[in-house]
C-alpha cells in the first residue's frame, strides 16, 4: 500500500452507479446505529450533525435533529432527496473529490477481509455551507459501516463536524488511520501531491514526541499514553506542549491536523 494516494475525483452518476447495492432485508438503520450515535459527543472535535444513507435505494435514511443549525437545509428536506443532495451546499471543487474519496474508501474496505475492516478509519476534508450560507472547513467520519449479504457497502453512520474554530487544510484532503499499526498508524491520501512547506524538519521531532503523537491520534488521552509509555502523566503534557511550541499549535486538535497535514510521521 502506497503511502500516499491521489483521489481521483467522480461524478455523481459514476458515484450513484458504483454505491448502488442491493438489500432484501429490510432494516431500521437508526437502531443499528443507536450505540454510536451516542458516542458521537466522545470525539467529535466541533459542532457536528450526522445522517445515515441508505446504499441500496440512494436516499438518506435519517439525519440528526440539529442538521438545520449547520446547514441551511432542514431535517425533512435531507430525507426527501438522494445523497446528491449534499451537492449544493458542498464547495463544487470539493463535491468531485468527495465522491471520489468516498468511493475509494469503500473500495478499499470491501477488499479486506470482514475481520480487519474495524481497524480503518477514514476521515475526509471538505468545505461545506453553513446556515448563512458561507463554506467552511468540515470534516466527515464514517464511524461505522455495515455491508449487505454480499460485503458490499449498505450503510453507514456518517459525522460532518465544523472545523472553523480552528486553522486547517486548504484543499480537500482524506486521511485513513490503521488502529493495527501504533508506530505509524495512518497514511494520507490528498487531492494534490504538492504539499505545503512546512518550518519543522521531521528531524526536529524527538522518538518519544513521535510516539506520543502516534497515540495521540489513535485517540488516546494523556492517562492512556502515559500508561502504555510507562511514564508519568506530567512528562505526556510535557512532551505534547514542546510539540504544540514546535508546530505553533493552540491545541492538541490542532497539532493532530498539523501532523496529519504535513506528514510528519
Same mark, same amino acid.
Given at each position: 500500500?502506497?503511502?500516499?494516494?491521489?483521489?481521483?475525483?467522480?461524478?455523481?452518476?459514476?458515484?450513484?452507479?458504483?454505491?448502488?447495492?442491493?438489500?432484501?432485508?429490510?432494516?431500521?438503520?437508526?437502531?443499528?446505529?443507536?450505540?454510536?450515535?451516542?458516542?458521537?459527543?466522545?470525539?467529535?472535535? /466541533?459542532?457536528?450533525?450526522?445522517?445515515?444513507?441508505?446504499?441500496?435505494?440512494?436516499?438518506?435514511?435519517?439525519?440528526?435533529?440539529?442538521?438545520?443549525?449547520?446547514?441551511?437545509?432542514? %431535517?425533512? &428536506?435531507?430525507? %426527501?432527496?438522494?445523497?446528491?443532495?449534499?451537492?449544493?451546499?458542498?464547495?463544487? !471543487?470539493?463535491?468531485?473529490?468527495?465522491? /471520489?474519496?468516498?468511493?475509494?474508501?469503500?473500495?478499499?474496505?470491501?477488499?479486506?477481509?470482514?475481520?480487519?475492516?474495524?481497524?480503518?478509519?477514514?476521515?475526509?476534508?471538505?468545505?461545506?455551507?453553513?446556515?448563512?450560507?458561507?463554506?467552511?472547513?468540515?470534516?466527515? *467520519?464514517?464511524?461505522?459501516?455495515?455491508?449487505?449479504?454480499?460485503?458490499? /457497502?449498505?450503510?453507514?453512520?456518517?459525522?460532518?463536524?465544523?472545523?472553523?474554530?480552528?486553522?486547517?487544510?486548504? *484543499?480537500?484532503?482524506?486521511?485513513?488511520?490503521?488502529?493495527?499499526?501504533?508506530?505509524?498508524?495512518?497514511? %494520507?491520501?490528498?487531492?494534490?501531491?504538492? &504539499?505545503?512547506?512546512?518550518?519543522?524538519?521531521?528531524?526536529?521531532?524527538?522518538?518519544?514526541?513521535? &510516539?506520543?503523537?502516534?497515540?495521540?491520534?489513535? /485517540?488516546?488521552?494523556?492517562? !492512556?499514553?502515559?500508561?502504555?509509555?510507562?511514564?508519568?502523566?506530567?512528562?505526556?503534557?510535557?512532551?505534547? %506542549?514542546?510539540?504544540?511550541?514546535?508546530?505553533?499549535?493552540?491545541?492538541?486538535?490542532?497539532?493532530?491536523?498539523?501532523?496529519?497535514?504535513?506528514?510528519?510521521?
Amino acid at each position: 500500500m502506497n503511502k500516499d494516494s491521489e483521489i481521483k475525483p467522480i461524478d455523481y452518476e459514476t458515484f450513484s452507479t458504483s454505491l448502488k447495492v442491493e438489500n432484501k432485508k429490510k432494516m431500521d438503520l437508526e437502531k443499528i446505529f443507536r450505540r454510536d450515535i451516542e458516542n458521537i459527543s466522545k470525539y467529535a472535535i /466541533g459542532p457536528y450533525f450526522w445522517f445515515i444513507p441508505d446504499n441500496s435505494n440512494m436516499t438518506i435514511f435519517q439525519t440528526s435533529d440539529n442538521i438545520h443549525e449547520l446547514t441551511n437545509y432542514k %431535517k425533512n &428536506e435531507w430525507k %426527501k432527496y438522494e445523497p446528491e443532495f449534499l451537492s449544493p451546499i458542498m464547495h463544487p !471543487e470539493d463535491w468531485i473529490y468527495f465522491l /471520489g474519496g468516498v468511493k475509494y474508501m469503500l473500495g478499499f474496505l470491501q477488499n479486506l477481509p470482514v475481520a480487519e475492516r474495524k481497524n480503518y478509519r477514514f476521515n475526509i476534508y471538505a468545505r461545506i455551507k453553513n446556515v448563512k450560507g458561507e463554506y467552511r472547513w468540515m470534516v466527515i *467520519q464514517f464511524p461505522k459501516i455495515i455491508y449487505n449479504a454480499e460485503g458490499n /457497502g449498505l450503510s453507514s453512520l456518517i459525522v460532518v463536524s465544523d472545523l472553523s474554530h480552528f486553522s486547517i487544510v486548504n *484543499q480537500p484532503v482524506m486521511t485513513l488511520i490503521d488502529t493495527t499499526n501504533s508506530r505509524k498508524p495512518f497514511y %494520507k491520501a490528498i487531492v494534490d501531491k504538492d &504539499e505545503p512547506s512546512t518550518s519543522i524538519n521531521r528531524a526536529n521531532i524527538t522518538k518519544r514526541e513521535r &510516539e506520543i503523537l502516534a497515540l495521540m491520534i489513535n /485517540g488516546k488521552n494523556s492517562p !492512556e499514553i502515559a500508561e502504555e509509555l510507562f511514564i508519568s502523566y506530567h512528562t505526556v503534557e510535557n512532551h505534547k %506542549k514542546n510539540l504544540r511550541v514546535k508546530t505553533g499549535s493552540k491545541t492538541s486538535v490542532e497539532l493532530i491536523y498539523y501532523v496529519l497535514h504535513r506528514n510528519i510521521l
